[in-house]
Nanobody, 117 residues
Framework: QVQLVESGGGLVQPGGSLRLSCAVS????????MRWHRQAPGKERELVAY???????NYGDSVKGRFTISRDNAKKLVYLQMNSLKPEDTAVYYC???????????WGQGTQVTVSS
């Protein structure tokens, strides 16, 4: 059974930092591009960042220079380090895994990030 479990969300003040984690089980980790997406109330889900099994990364324009995605292939973990947080970063953050052979996707349940003073 495939499971993606996000953790690390919470309430943070503007300018602060959070690190999200995603624990993955039930799949061959090296065969998956790992992604973070987010969805704010009333908005569509958007790509935050993704990372390939070899460490290549890509970021959404709104988070470039502030967020960093990484992965630990041995532990099947994915991280999203978020710095210089802004109120507009408030959203539910979802961890996703896309199979590189068939594009099948699995998603976690999401973790809430709220940036507010």
């Amino acid at each position: 059974q495939v499971q993606l479990v996000e953790s690390g969300g919470g309430l943070v003040q503007p300018g602060g930092s959070l690190r999200l984690s995603c624990a993955v089980s039930g799949l061959t980790f090296s065969s998956y591009i790992m992604r973070w997406h987010r969805q704010a109330p009333g908005k569509e889900r958007e790509l935050v960042a993704y990372i390939t099994s070899t460490g290549s990364t890509n970021y959404g324009d709104s988070v470039k220079g502030r967020f960093t995605i990484s992965r630990d292939n041995a532990k099947k973990l994915v991280y999203l380090q978020m710095n210089s947080l802004k109120p507009e970063d408030t959203a539910v953050y979802y961890c996703g895994a896309r199979n590189i052979y068939n594009n099948y996707e699995n998603w976690g349940q999401g973790t809430q990030v709220t940036v507010s003073s």
